[in-house]
């Protein structure tokens, strides 16, 4: 049904009208909102002219549309426009010393899910929470810490954070361990309780779970009770303080008696209150010694009266016996108390009566010791009158000393007053009754004597001492100073403990007050002499010379301490400087010491080195200034080419000389002779040469020709111009070397030359040819006898002090650097004339004009004196008292030399250190306590005791007191501080007594035992005796009870000995040191190889198993082994090797030596250089070399005669060969002297053999051989020429021509042109001298002329061009030297680090004096040594285990405990229980028990009542404990803990029975503990579950809750087959040994035997058996009876019913293995084929795939 159109139209006008409202209402809503806003930026800095809060700032203000865009500010409302500038606070940099950041503590961790919304908590905590943690931060004003502006700091330092991140850790759970067994029925019959208790192993921390229950009750009820229940006990309460009984005078005139009964009677009314305060209470009430201290301050007051009043109660008055005595101080009877009072006073009574007879008889015998006392004291006076002044002066101040020493002397006010205690009657339910219900029980005694406590009373502080420091010196330790203190009063029965008697505080004394300090600082010897033995290796010592050595050394000194001062001037007097030597105790030395050790250098010896001899000179004068004789010499000469290092002295001779005749000073010398010219002028024929001549001397140096006038001038020589038809000659050739040096009987020096037919005549006409012999011309040379003579000198004398000129030597100190000179002497040598291989002949031989020198001016060296320090001050004796029958000990000074005598000073004394023995000190340094003798047992005060049973005897238990003096251990009187502070403990001053009553019997101390002649072998007894009037009463006589003798069998001591722990060190012998060959110490080389001892401690035990002084076993502690130190080897290498030829013969090359490996190093000896890498076994040097290119020569022959080889033999000319030898020669300075292999000898120069060439015919043009080709001019250009010439020796005939005489090539680089240059060469490696190890060398480096093909030529090719020479051929450098590591001595052995036990070890070390350096030996491992000290048993103090707690005379309440102290002994290693010994051992150990010096052998406690709910005591302390997550320390600190439990011992008191306590504390170390659950087997539905620690304890709480295994478990049906369980997986299974059989639908239908399969095992013969549950690991399983093995069950179904997983792989197993079998039996039941041909490359293919690359296939 649809609606019509005006309904239609109506609905839409609505629409219409509701939007437009809409819109309008939007628009009203942006309209409200503002267009424009102001706008501001950030604050400027803060600016001003003065610092502090007057400057200003500002900042930017604008106006702007809400869309962001800037406008004006008319657009703005002003009236809310921002402030753009303001005031503030201007910072400069002073105001860092006046504000900082103030940081407030961190507040608590807050979880950072509860700032974090969304944020899951995890369900378990496994590390811990994560946390921020906040603080305050903020400026603040250093002085008053007024908060300021965070910009004031933040101008400095930036704000510190303010949130850091932190950790929640886990809430842990209080941890309990297991509970003890149950105790015994608290109650013989009817119900009572038994508990069992479990102590507290870890706090609850950070939120975990409190603490459960430590205790458990529970009801038992042992059977029903023959009578009635007693349920009332008696109780005492603590004794109250101790007080002083009232004067009688004070208890005469006390209030009425009503009052006080009153007093008593409120003060008798029990409460709960006041019964629980009497129980807890250990110790007597604070209150009530305050009271008694303030009664003893008044008491002090009256001293002289209440002395008097003491006497009067030490008197034991029985007058008064009928008095009443009323306590003071609130400390009345109560009402139970006078009730106990009265009954005793009727006991008393009864007592007095019988007792009567015996009192009168003891009037009497008083009366009588009265007489006697007065005797004895007149028989004293008269004495006292026959004595000397003297003696009566020293007995007078005797006493004087011991009146200071009794009670109530200087130190002590010792009084004996009395305590109280209060008896009442506890029912069981813990409320108190009338004592009469508690009749049944003798009433305990209520009072008893002790002493008024007394606090420590000291002076006044004593003025400050000087300071301890006497010097100033700013740079130092301060000083300080004390004051004390000193004891005016002892603490007495538990008073306030003394206060510190000594003060100290640190001091300096002012500068210019006291003087400045010495200081001290180290002082050294001069350095020895430089010594390079002591750097060689083992190889080289061996070789056994070791004088000459140079290069690298070792040279030592010594280190001492001497004491300066701060004003030490070099003009100090002589006293005062060598008191400055003196040396003192190294340890006063703070500074780090000087070496004593350093490297040096001995500078190798330069040998001489010479040139060759020169050529042998004419015969000349010896002097031409003299030449008168004719005698001459002849000489030849050589110059030093290095010069040695002590001088020219030590070189060879230089000159050698011959004797000759007609010598001549100068002579003419042929420069060459002029050409041919023909006499007459002709064209040819013969003719004559003039000479060209110069004038020389006998060096053969051009001099004035006028010189020569004497001289033979040499004449012109004939020759011969040949003509055309004459026989041409050539040219002579040179002359020849001689052949000899010179002429003897058998050797004579010839010489020659020769020249050879270059062309034949021509027929008759011409001039003929000569002969061969005319060819060659022979000449005698060095024609002087072989007789050579030269001056031989002997080595420089030593320095002799010249006696004419005035000696100024006088010792001087050694300065640095090179010995002064003092004066001049003089020295001389031998001088001879030698014959060369003769000897020593007459000097006329020699010429005298080269005769050297024979004396020579000298410096003499200062004498050195030795000087030495003074002697050092003696060194301490030992601070411990010397005791007879020990041997003295020694005490020593020494004095060190500071310098060595040299050049004949004076000697060093032979004396450096002195001993002498120590005195035996006169004062023996330490303090003991001496005590003196008790006095006599004061017995509680009459007054309180009157109303006792018996009081009227006075016997009972009491105090008795006695005087503590402090003595030297010599014996002297000392001040009692000292001993409070470097003593013992004070022993006690009190100790309780008991006088014996009439009817007691009393006996003498218990003998020592006797002596045992020998072990295990009879008895020993011991025995007392009866004294006074014990031996006449016949009930003391009882044996039983008062036995006078004991026996025991003399012990049995076995001992036996036993090695205990590890070997020691090897050790050797002391101060065996390796020396060298020649008795020198080397270096490094203390001997640390060879036989020593090693040893292990031995430990003697009795029979008891107690560990006993060795001696008892007769040993002596060790077991010595030999043992073996290798030695070091050092790494061994043959000799260098020769060094090999030059690689080339001429110009640069290089020559090398090489040392093989013969021995590695081991056992850290040497190591080796570094070897080659191709076989680590060769060391090379190669060092560069230079070959002289002129030291191998070609020399050729002359040429042979032609041999024509044309057919015109007629005429002998035409074309012909000439032929000529061509060697090798060594060249010397005299020429060639011998052949050598041809190739030593450059090829390219070698002269031609032979050549081919045109004999001139007759009338032919003969030239000459062409001469040496010019050199190319140099740059080598292709434009450059070079020529050669000759010249004719015959003019041709008519109508011929010579031929050219000029021959040209051009110039060809590298072909006949050449450029040169310098070639250096690397440098070589570092050379040092043979006689050197290492130190300063030489490195070297050649230079080598080298032609532009790259061929190595003569130097004199560079040196012709003057070519620079610019480089350095040597340089100095440094091989490193092979420093061993060097030691110390070893240390002295250090004390034993155990006083006893078997751990001690003794440890001695050594120091690295010098690290290894170079190739030197490392050092050893080994610093440290140790081995094992004398077993000594540890004798210790121990507490005995507390007694059970008494209360004396009731059944509960106060009573107390006692231990005893006893000597144990054990062997300190912490495993096995001490021994309780003899207290004698333990003589010499200080008494203390774990280092508390305070004994304390008894002390309250309390005796809980029947039915009465108390605390245990407080366990100790639980091991510390860190909080850990898997073995992490989590940083929260370690905490142990102890606990009280609760016993009840009824159940109807369980409601009032107090808290459990804990208390626990912060510790350091601890270890972490894991905590996990645990399960044993299902029993049935259930199995146990507990949570047990990692360290193997089983606890309650620490395991997580969430884990915790199922304990209990349930199956549903539940399993009510036979042999049925209920599995953990909550179905029905069967028991070990059964099989499952499950219905259709998975439930077990039932549990049937399985076969067993039993396989045999290596150790027994049954089987294992598997089943479906695994073993548990911590409950073992119950085997079957009659199976000793295990076995397995085989169940294929499993617990539902269905097959198990084995079943199937079992059966797929044996299904492969089917089809395997059936395949193997087709194949080899199968027909084979016929095989194939294969070609051959097909058969060798698989040997080609085959190869792997094996070279033997």
Not at 293 to 303: I, L
Not at 437 to 465: G, K, N, Y
Not at 619 to 639: A, I, M, P, S, W
Not at 1215 to 1230: A, F, P
Request: proline share 7%.
């Amino acid at each position: 049904m649809g609606l019509p159109g005006g309904a239609l139209l109506f609905i839409w006008k609505l629409l219409l009208i509701f939007f437009s409202m809409w819109a309008l209402d939007a628009q009203t809503t942006l309209e409200t909102k503002p267009l424009y806003i102001w706008q501001t930026g950030p604050w400027g800095r803060c600016m001003g002219s003065e610092c502090g809060p007057g400057g200003s700032q500002s900042r930017a203000v604008w106006c702007a549309h809400s869309e962001g865009w800037t406008t004006l500010h008319t657009n703005c409302d002003q009236t809310e426009r921002p402030d753009n500038q303001q005031s503030c606070f201007r910072v400069c940099d002073w105001h860092k010393d006046l504000y900082e950041w103030q940081l407030g503590a961190w507040n608590q961790c807050v979880p950072v899910m509860m700032r974090s919304a969304g944020v899951q908590q995890p369900t378990v905590c496994i590390r811990g929470e994560e946390g921020i943690q906040t603080r305050e931060v903020g400026c603040v004003q250093k002085a008053d810490g007024e908060p300021a502006e965070d910009a004031i700091c933040e101008y400095f330092e930036p704000k510190p954070r303010q949130e850091q991140a932190c950790l929640i850790p886990c809430p842990r759970d209080c941890v309990v361990s297991e509970f003890s067994p149950w105790t015994s029925c608290s109650k013989t019959c009817r119900i009572g309780l038994r508990n069992r208790i479990r102590f507290v192993l870890a706090p609850p921390l950070f939120g975990g779970s409190a603490c459960p229950n430590l205790t458990e009750f529970q009801t038992c009820q042992p059977g029903l009770c023959d009578g009635e229940e007693n349920l009332y006990s008696l109780r005492v309460g603590p004794w109250g303080s101790c007080s002083l009984p009232l004067p009688r005078q004070v208890r005469q005139a006390e209030k009425p008696p009503t009052e006080s009964n009153k007093r008593s009677r409120e003060s008798d009314k029990p409460t709960k209150d006041s019964n629980k305060q009497s129980r807890d209470s250990e110790t007597p009430a604070k209150g009530g010694d305050k009271q008694a201290r303030e009664d003893s301050k008044q008491s002090m007051r009256k001293k002289k009266k209440m002395r008097d009043d003491e006497k009067q109660y030490q008197e034991k008055d029985t007058k008064a016996t009928g008095e009443e005595k009323v306590p003071r101080n609130g400390n009345k009877p109560s009402l139970g108390n006078r009730k106990l009072i009265r009954a005793n006073r009727r006991q008393g009574k009864a007592f007095r009566q019988a007792d009567r007879p015996k009192r009168q008889k003891k009037v009497k015998n008083k009366a009588k010791k009265e007489k006697m006392r007065q005797k004895v004291k007149e028989r004293l006076r008269e004495r006292g009158k026959a004595k000397d002044p003297e003696t009566r002066e020293l007995i007078k101040k005797k006493r004087n000393k011991n009146r200071q020493n009794r009670p109530g002397g200087k130190f002590w006010d010792l009084q004996v007053g009395y305590q109280t205690r209060e008896v009442t009657c506890v029912h069981k339910s813990g409320n108190i009754e009338a004592l009469s219900l508690c009749s049944q029980e003798t009433l305990p005694v209520t009072f008893q004597a002790c002493v008024i406590s007394r606090d420590c009373d000291v002076t006044e502080w004593s003025e400050w001492s000087a300071c301890s420091k006497q010097c100033y010196d700013p740079n130092e330790a301060k000083g300080e100073r004390t004051r004390s203190r000193k004891v005016s009063q002892f603490p007495i029965g538990g008073g306030a403990e003394c206060p510190e008697l000594e003060e100290k505080e640190p001091c300096s004394p002012q500068e210019r007050v006291v003087p400045p300090c010495t200081f001290y600082n180290w002082r050294t010897t001069e350095w020895t002499e430089c010594r390079v033995d002591l750097l060689l290796s083992q190889q080289d010592r061996r070789r056994g010379n070791l004088t000459g050595l140079c290069g690298g050394g070792i040279q030592t000194r010594e280190v001492y301490c001497v004491q300066a001062t701060v004003d030490t001037q070099p003009n100090l007097s002589s006293l005062r400087s060598r008191e400055g030597l003196r040396p003192v105790d190294s340890n006063l030395c703070l500074e780090v010491s000087p070496n004593t050790t350093q490297l040096c250098h001995i500078g190798c010896p330069v040998e001489c080195e010479v040139s060759s001899w020169s050529a042998w000179g004419p015969c000349t004068y010896e002097n031409c200034q003299d030449q008168t004789t004719k005698k001459g010499f002849k000489l030849r000469k050589r110059r030093i080419i290095n010069e040695p290092t002590d001088g020219t002295g030590n070189c060879p001779h230089l000159v050698e000389a011959i004797p000759c005749e007609d010598p001549s000073c100068f002579e003419w010398l042929v420069v060459e002779l002029e050409e041919c010219i023909p006499d007459n002028e002709k064209q040819c024929g013969p003719g004559t040469q003039i000479p060209q001549v110069q004038c020389i001397n006998s060096d053969g140096e051009k001099v004035e020709k006028q010189l020569c006038r004497d001289a033979i001038l040499p004449m012109p020589s004939i020759c011969e111009v040949p003509c055309s038809k004459d026989c041409a000659l050539s040219p002579w050739t040179p002359w020849s070397f001689c052949s000899h040096t010179c002429s003897g009987k058998n050797t004579e020096g010839k010489q020659t030359r020769v020249r050879s037919i270059l062309a034949h005549n021509a027929g008759e006409g011409g001039l003929q040819c000569p002969n061969v012999s005319a060819l060659q011309e022979v000449r005698n040379c060095n024609d002087h006898p072989c007789t050579v003579y030269h001056w031989q000198t002997g080595p420089w004398g030593q320095c002799i002090e010249d006696s004419s000129i005035p000696s100024t030597n006088t010792s001087v100190g050694r300065t640095r650097g090179d010995d002064v000179s003092c004066s001049v002497g003089m020295q001389t040598r031998k001088v001879i004339c030698v014959r060369v291989n003769v000897g020593q002949v007459p000097p006329k031989k020699c010429p005298e004009s080269l005769r050297p020198d024979t004396v020579r001016p000298c410096l003499l060296p200062c004498k050195r004196d030795c000087t030495v320090t003074p002697y050092s001050d003696w060194s301490p004796c030992p601070p411990t008292c010397q005791t007879g029958g020990k041997t003295k000990s020694k005490q020593y000074r020494k004095r060190m030399i500071v310098q060595l005598p040299a050049n004949g000073g004076q000697d060093c004394p032979e004396v450096l250190t002195q001993e002498r023995e120590c005195e035996a000190p006169s004062i023996c340094h330490g303090y003991r306590w001496k005590t003196h003798k008790w006095r006599r047992c004061q017995l509680v005060p009459w007054s309180v005791r009157q109303d006792t049973p018996g009081a009227q005897e006075t016997c009972g238990p009491g105090l008795q007191f006695r005087a503590v003096s402090c003595r030297k251990l010599d014996g002297g009187q000392a001040e009692v501080e000292a001993c409070l502070k470097l003593a013992s403990p004070m022993p006690p001053l009190t100790q309780l007594c008991h006088l014996p009553c009439q009817d007691d019997c009393q006996l003498s101390s218990w003998s020592r035992f006797s002596t045992c002649t020998a072990d295990c072998v009879g008895v020993r007894n011991r025995k007392r005796i009866l004294i006074g009037k014990s031996k006449k009463r016949d009930q003391c006589k009882n044996n039983q009870m008062y036995p006078l003798s004991e026996t025991q069998y003399c012990p049995c001591n076995k001992y036996n000995a036993q090695p205990m722990g590890n070997w020691s060190d090897c050790i050797l012998p002391e101060g065996s040191r390796m020396e060298s060959q020649l008795g020198m110490r080397v270096q490094g080389d203390i001997k640390e190889c060879g036989q020593g001892y090693r040893f292990q401690a031995m430990v003697c035990y009795d029979q008891d198993n107690r560990i006993v002084e060795t001696s008892r076993c007769n040993s002596h502690g060790y077991i010595e082994e030999a043992c073996i130190i290798p030695c070091p080897s050092d790494c061994k290498l043959s000799e260098w090797s020769n060094w090999s030829r030059c690689s080339k013969s001429c110009g640069s090359g290089v020559k090398v030596r090489s040392k093989w490996l013969r021995e590695k190093p081991y056992n850290g000896g040497r190591p080796c250089p570094k070897l080659d890498h191709v076989n680590q076994a060769q060391v090379y040097e190669v060092v560069p070399c230079v070959s002289d290119c002129g030291q191998y020569v070609w020399v050729a022959e002359p040429w042979s005669v032609w041999k024509v080889s044309s057919v015109d033999l007629k005429s002998n000319c035409g074309e012909g060969v000439q032929t000529r030898k061509i060697k090798c020669m060594l060249n010397t300075i005299d020429g060639p002297s011998e052949q050598v292999e041809d190739y030593l000898c450059d090829p390219e120069e070698m002269p031609l053999g032979a050549r081919n060439s045109h004999l001139p015919c007759p009338e032919d043009c003969v030239l000459s051989d062409w001469g040496a080709w010019s050199a190319c001019p140099l740059p080598c250009t292709e434009n450059s020429t070079r020529v050669r010439a000759a010249f004719p020796l015959r003019r041709p005939g008519k109508e011929k021509k010579c031929p050219p005489t000029k021959e040209t090539v051009s110039c060809k680089m590298n072909s006949n042109c050449f450029h040169y240059s310098y070639n250096i060469t690397d440098w070589s490696t570092c050379q040092l001298s043979d006689r050197a190890v290492c130190g300063f060398g030489i490195k070297t480096r050649m230079l080598d002329c080298v032609r532009s093909d790259g061929k190595s030529v003569d130097l004199s090719f560079c040196k012709e061009l003057g070519l620079e020479r610019k480089w350095q051929m040597n340089v100095s450098c440094v091989v490193e030297c092979p420093v061993n590591c060097q030691l110390s001595e070893w240390s002295a052995w250090s004390e034993c680090t155990h006083t006893c036990g078997l751990a001690g070890k003794l440890w001695r070390t050594r120091t690295v004096i010098q690290a290894p350096q170079g190739d030197g030996r490392p050092c050893p491992s080994q610093m440290k040594q140790w081995k094992p000290c004398l077993v000594k048993p540890c004798y210790s103090w121990q507490y005995s285990a507390w007694s059970d707690c008494k209360s004396e005379g009731a059944r509960c309440g106060e009573g107390m405990r006692f231990r005893n102290v006893s000597c144990f002994v054990s062997d300190g290693s912490g495993q096995q229980d001490s021994s309780v010994v003899d207290d004698d051992l333990c003589g010499d150990v200080e008494l203390s028990v774990n280092g508390d010096r305070q004994i304390i052998l008894q002390e309250p406690c309390t005796v809980p009542c029947p039915g009465e709910c108390y605390l245990t005591e407080w366990t100790v302390w639980s091991p510390c404990q860190l909080s850990c997550v898997s073995g992490d320390d989590l940083g929260f600190g370690s905490v142990q803990v102890r606990s009280r439990a609760v016993v009840a011992q009824d159940p109807e008191n369980l409601l009032e029975c107090p808290e459990q306590e804990l208390e626990a504390r912060p510790c350091t170390g601890g270890q972490c503990f894991e905590y996990k659950w645990r399960t044993g087997p299902w029993r049935g539905s259930s199995r146990h579950v507990w949570c047990q620690r990692s360290d193997g304890m089983n606890v309650t709480g620490g395991c997580l809750a969430q884990a915790q295994p199922m304990a209990d478990r349930s199956c549903d049906p539940p399993c009510t087959k036979p042999w049925s369980l209920c599995t953990e997986a909550g179905v029905c299974g069967c028991e070990e040994g059964y099989t499952e059989v499950m219905t259709s639908d998975g439930v077990l239908d039932q549990c049937t035997v399985i076969p067993v399969l039993e396989i045999p095992t290596a150790s027994d013969n049954k089987a294992d058996v598997k089943t479906i549950r695994a073993f548990n690991p911590i409950q073992p399983a119950a085997s079957a009876p009659g199976r000793a093995g295990r076995t397995w069950f085989l169940q294929p179904f499993g617990p539902d019913g269905t097959l198990k997983t084995w079943v199937y792989g079992v059966a797929a197993g044996v299904f492969v293995l089917l089809v395997f079998i059936i395949s193997m039996t087709y194949l080899a039941c199968k027909k084979p084929k016929k095989p194939q041909r294969r070609q051959m490359n097909n058969r060798l293919k698989p040997l080609t795939l085959a190869y792997d690359g094996d070279a033997d296939m």
